[in-house]
């Protein structure tokens, strides 16, 4: 049986860059436990000789030419989107130090 | 007012009968009227104004409007469209104006569609009722007190109180068939890679597709065909049949219909029960074969599902940082807790929830326990849907173990109303096409049946619809 910790809660939104508030963090230890005790009912499936499943219709590695295509969007259009630019380029908050 | 058959009204604009800027017209004044289900975001009024002016104007110079010429639809907001804010009913994406448009879209459009309003969902498309959406719940036409289904219920709504001829959905784990059996209309999932998924806000990329909410199967077939087929926008789109898939076979005689034993099981409400086995006895006597198929490992797909959807809601969620468009939290002092703010800010309860299961599922020590276990038991699931379709041509069951819970009913047990989904998720799992078609109502709420068909077997599954369709 999986029960979380507030400790193994905590780490996740940190992997997961969520800051969570105290009662948030309490919320989802009860709630995730009760989750991941439903999925362990597949602890005791029988998948001897099965591999597993990501792509369902058989396709693999699908090339294309790696060339420019213009498809009319322009990079203007897309910095309008960004909260901060500067010189054509995306700013962000300070990374390192 | 109703709606002709979408087919009929794309003949009529180009016949120069109808107006593409009457109906329109008409789709405005009917979300505006009805405004109170909640089921509309925003509306695509002005643009949608010009492209009618435009069509009817190709109709006068004697050119061709395309299959859908003048034909009102409204999609679900996690269709990237010009016209409105593309939203996902989510906080974090507010006020976000695409600068590009969905693939599905630009299909419609390119055959006269026009796109009138975008309709309200559970936020991302997480959940099962719409009320997961950080705007709104959406209302069952039926009754207000009671929810649509989710996540396509501002969709599925949309078409049932006739905002418009028809609407897109995306169905993850059922969020077309669920909304359609809730609020009585048709659902259709397509196989999966049939319609590319460009432009639309990404859930689960292993199981998402897109598809349409119509009044009939005959609609549903023909927006189908309109958008199927591979781009090279979506890497994971299939080729599609050559044959259109609105040229449908409506003939049951002689095909060999499996009813799901484990759909059929304890956990059938009394409510949904009789109006499925009600539909199998028509269909036997319209000269199907009916016969008894069990997929043992069914009842494990729901934990399959909430362990890989989260793992890929993870993924998908976490190019919302707040850097690159969307909201961003002003207060952060650097990078790192401008990510933490904006996201705790800006993605709702159930978001963060998946957000922290896929994480989980996926880090380091627990990936071989839950994430590759649930991709490996999909396997054995994706056998024995193979098994059945060696028997039968196509699987039947109910498409909800219920009609339409009360809002508010479930909202607080996630585990509660994650097991809404239990008799869609399995099809997503496998990739194979589905739909939910009305099949009665008790006391008052619709109840759906669900017909699934292999892989690619898209028309020959619209082509049973349809035929069921008329017996019911």
């Not at chain 2, 505006?32 to 069509?55: M, S």
């Not at chain 2, 569609?113 to 975008?118: E, G, L, R």
């Not at chain 2, 359609?180 to 292993?206: D, E, I, N």
Request: glycine fraction near 8%; charged fraction near 25%.
């Amino acid at each position: 049986m999986t029960e979380l910790t507030r400790e193994d809660v905590l780490k996740l939104a940190r992997l997961a860059r969520l800051e969570l508030t105290d009662e948030e963090a309490e919320s989802f230890r009860a709630e995730l436990s009760e989750v991941l005790q439903y999925v362990a009912q597949l602890d005791d499936a029988d998948v001897s000789g099965l591999a597993p499943t990501s792509q369902v219709t058989g396709l693999t590695n699908v090339m294309r030419e790696d060339e420019v295509v213009d498809y009319g969007i322009s990079p203007a259009a897309l910095l309008r989107l960004a909260p901060k630019t500067q010189d054509g380029h995306i700013k962000v908050k300070r990374m390192i130090g | 007012m109703s709606w002709l058959p979408i087919a009929d009204i794309a003949a009529q604009v180009q016949a120069g009968k109808l107006k593409a800027v009457d109906l329109v017209e008409q789709a405005l004044a009917t979300i505006a009227d009805k405004a109170d289900y909640q089921a509309i975001i925003a509306t695509t009024a002005d643009r949608a104004r010009e492209r009618a002016a435009n069509i009817d104007k190709a109709v006068t110079e004697g050119k061709n409007a395309g299959r859908l010429a003048g034909v009102p639809f409204i999609a679900k907001d996690n269709f990237l469209t010009f016209g409105a804010q593309t939203t996902a009913a989510s906080n974090i994406l507010k006020g976000f104006e695409a600068p590009y448009q969905a693939s599905a879209v630009e299909r419609l459009e390119a055959e006269g569609a026009i796109c009138v309003a975008k309709a309200n969902l559970d936020a991302f498309a997480h959940g099962s009722s719409t009320e997961n959406s950080d705007f709104m719940t959406t209302r069952n036409p039926h009754d207000k007190t009671r929810v649509p289904g989710g996540s396509s219920g501002g969709s599925a709504a949309s078409v049932v109180l006739e905002l418009a001829p028809f609407a897109l959905g995306t169905d993850t784990g059922g969020s077309i068939r669920l909304p359609a059996s809730f609020t009585g209309c048709v659902g259709y999932k397509p196989t999966y890679g049939l319609v590319s998924r460009s432009g639309v806000v990404a859930m689960a990329s292993s199981t998402d597709v897109i598809g349409p909410l119509t009044c009939t199967v005959d609609d549903a077939a023909l927006v189908l065909d309109v958008m199927a087929g591979r781009d090279p926008l979506d890497s994971t789109t299939i080729d599609r049949d050559d044959h259109s898939y609105a040229d449908l076979a409506a003939d049951l005689k002689g095909k060999k219909i499996g009813v799901i034993r484990e759909y059929m099981g304890e956990g059938l409400s009394g409510d949904v029960r009789p109006h499925i086995q009600a539909a199998i006895d028509k269909l036997k006597a319209a000269g199907a074969e009916i016969t008894d198929v069990s997929l043992p490992s069914l009842p494990l797909a729901l934990a399959v599902y909430y362990i890989i959807c989260p793992a890929e809601v993870s993924s998908n969620l976490s190019r919302y940082d707040g850097q690159r468009y969307a909201y961003s939290d002003p207060d952060a002092s650097n990078l790192e807790e401008s990510f933490s703010k904006t996201r705790a800010k800006g993605f709702g309860n159930e978001a963060k929830r998946r957000i922290m299961i896929g994480t989980y599922v996926l880090s380091s020590g627990y990936y071989d326990a839950y994430y590759r276990k649930a991709q490996t038991v999909r396997t054995k699931l994706i056998r024995e849907f193979e098994a059945a379709f060696q028997q039968v041509d196509f699987l039947l069951g109910p498409t909800a173990p219920s009609t339409a819970f009360k809002i508010g009913e479930n909202a607080h047990d996630p585990l509660q109303m994650y097991l809404t989904d239990i008799m869609t998720v399995a099809v997503n799992l496998a990739g194979v096409p589905a739909i939910s078609i009305p099949a009665g109502v008790t006391d008052g709420l619709p109840v759906g049946l669900q017909l699934i068909g292999r892989q690619r077997a898209d028309r020959a599954l619209l082509g049973a619809a349809k035929a069921t369709e008329k017996l019911l």
